[in-house]
């Protein structure tokens, strides 16, 4: 908690994380200059490099320094810096190293404890205004106390993007008007509105999920309500993200084509060709997406989300909706709880010429009726008037495992069998074309595969254990025999781990890190390693290289989700528009738009000879 100025106490306004947890936090000490290195104004410092350069005047206010040594802090106002009229910093040195200078001219050498500045301290100036800054990336501490600003600079968050630190108390903030920018500090961890004029808090700030302190003392606010403001930091937080307008969509993602894909340079030819339907009929379209089973959009794990945005009943239709927008063939999902599937999915989508096929994870087997209505698993939809199933398996990794894996220590099949992943595998065929190679039977796969990273080795044998499965069905003595692969799914694996490698390397060694990781045995896989002879490729790799990212929540933004091919036999034409960052980095997922926490892939593939 922070301390309060001497002569103030602390009311019940002040509100921390320990108020929620009744834990001990480290203090954040009020007085600034006892834990940050700070730039104050009153300190006289001058430029000492290679360059020998001159002060210069900085009209906006600061100086991209580089590194600040301070010799002291003192509260005193500098009348020849300051210009009381706009805030304004000037006589201020260039983007140099800077030293103060001892009593005989010479540069004093560091002292134990100094080094690069991060705090800021521009308490104390009686300024109205606050200019624009330059960028300051390295400033984590921000002290504005005592002063007369009304407002904040709209571009606080894009000059100093790293403050964890923020004090604004004994100003003249009246609205959240002039505090709007603040739910663009998501860094922000302390800021203190101690002692202004605060009638409501901008809702905005239902952003800052990393707030752990927040002082409101001695203001008389009016929204959130009292009620609200004595429960604590979470439940005020919560109340103004619920309120907080969802802002502008992102814009609707486009088909593709892999020409223009890995050129981004040629947004013209892209737009032109993206809305171009005059594929060939040979060609179809595969979406995967792992939707956020209900069960797992909590406010707990997702606490950067409104709760209305949580709630099934108005995530289902932003669902449902995505996955027609461009009126895919063949759906791969993911997380899809067994009540959903049968009391939602399957009636909507069958209404619009799908036919679907669900397996739950493997404990919905020993569940009464109303639990295992709330087990998640795969499903693969697809539309009946343009193929016609062959073949259906329901892979569960779990009791695979305990059948085939007889030659593994105890503890590593232990470890294997815990986890009750599945996969639905599909033996599918055109029924649309006159083209005998498009009418070839083809496999469609979709899984899941278990998150844990503490569990790399079960990641990789569920993978292998659905390529196997995969091989059989193409293998010598299948009347599938090379038949054409297509696997998608949340992979929960980034493309530099050990199962995205057997993916698409086709080899795992045995003294894999992430397979000798739990210290166990695996049999015949310990001495010769992982390996398969299905040669896939990833539609996006071979388009522009994997996204950036296709999971992106509070503590993990990576890529999980892949959709794979025989590229020997089919052709990926088009790729669905990644996602960017500057989508999804102030409000993670899920949005009140984008409505799981994965991104959906989708691409346009066509058989080849």
Known sequence: MWMQPSGHTSSQLQV??????????????YQPQTHYPLYTPEQHYYTYSNSNSDLQDDVNGYSSFKHIIPSY?????????IEEADGRITNLPADDTLVPLSSDGTPEPPRAGSGPWHGLDMSHMN????????????????????????????????????LTILDLSFNNFTTSQGLNCLGDLLHLEALSLYHNMLTDLPFTLGRLWGLKNLILDDNPLVVPPREILLQGIFPILGYLRDRMPPGPPPPNREFIPLSDAAASSKPAAKNAQSQDQGSSKNCFSVFCHNILAENYATAERHMYTPTWALAWDYRKGKLLQEMLRHSYDILCLQEVEHDHYHNFFEPELKSVQYTGIFKPKSRARTMDDWSKGQVDGCAIFYKRDRFTVLEEHLLEYQSHAMYKYKDFDSEALTRVISKDNVAVILVMKMTDTSDPQASIPFIVANTHIHWDPAFSDVKLLQVHMLLEKIALLTGPTSPYRNAPVIIMGDFNSTPVSAPYKLLVEGRVAGDHPE?????????????????????????????QGEPAFTNYTLDFQGTLDYILYTPSRIQAKRILEVVTEDAVRATRLPSPYMCSDHVSLACELEFVT
Do not use: C, W
Not at 75 to 81: I, K, P, Y
Not at 127 to 156: C, G, K, V
């Open 515 to 543: 397979v000798v990781v739990a210290g166990h045995t695996y049999g015949t896989y310990s001495k010769s390693g992982f390996s398969h002879q299905l040669k896939l490729a990833s539609a996006y790799a071979t388009a």
């Open 73 to 81: 802090v003192d509260e005193q106002t500098d009348e020849h810096l």
């Open 127 to 162: 300024m109205a205004n606050l200019l624009t800054f330059h960028t300051y990336s390295h400033i984590t501490a921000l002290y504005l106390s005592y002063n007369r600003l009304t407002s904040l600079p709209s571009t606080l968050a894009h000059t100093l993007p790293s």
């Open 16 to 29: 921390t994380q320990q108020s929620q947890t009744q834990q001990q936090r480290p203090s954040y000490a």
